[in-house]
């Protein structure tokens, strides 16, 4: 199996996220798409995030009807301690041991590849696929190699065209928060999902 590795916080999920992970799973032929729903992210130990079970319920709705070609990954919620994609990808290597891993990562997340915990294990694990985006250079091999400290043989990268869709997670929290529209930017089920469940809401 080929199994593309989508992380996040998916806080909430959108269709930015949506296209990303669709144009991956048809450019790199991958079988699916797992989104890998952070638990406890290190990079964002300074925000509120909402509850793991809030975040996988949306997962599953913005997913529903396609469970053949993606589907919502909660390993590291099983996990105690911040959840290191490094020592995911070695978990989730050790339930499924015949599959091939592809990482996907935006253009302007991958710089920060190097400085994560233990990229090594990552890039020998995974093959790195960059969502690539206007305004972000997308590495090389051989950029990413000397980054991380690795014989550039030993390090796969792959590029995926994805249409310029810009929507952040971010900005719909705010939005909500300011009693805003949200429409067409997230699934349906979701924006719902988001007003019975209030939400985001001030207060």
Known sequence: MRIGIFGGTFDPPHYGHLIVAEQAREQAALDQVWFLLSARPPHKSDRTITPFDRRADMLTLALAGHEDKFRVETIENDRPGLSYTSDTLDGLSEK????????????????????????????????????????????????????????????????????????????????????????????????????????????
Do not use: C, N
């Open 96 to 203: 499924h041991p015949d599959t091939e891993w592809f990482l996907i990562l935006g253009a302007d997340s991958v710089k920060d590849l190097p400085t994560w915990h233990e990229p090594q294990r990552i890039v020998s694990r995974a093959k790195i696929l960059i969502a690539a985006r206007p305004g972000h250079p997308s590495w090389s091999a051989a950029q990413l190699a000397s980054a991380v400290a690795m014989p550039t043989q030993d390090v796969r990268v792959g590029i995926v065209e994805v249409p310029l869709i810009d929507i952040a997670s971010r900005d719909l929290r705010h939005r909500v928060a300011d009693s805003r529209s949200i429409l067409f930017q997230l699934p349906r089920a979701v924006e719902v999902y988001i007003r019975e469940k209030k939400l985001y809401a001030r207060g």
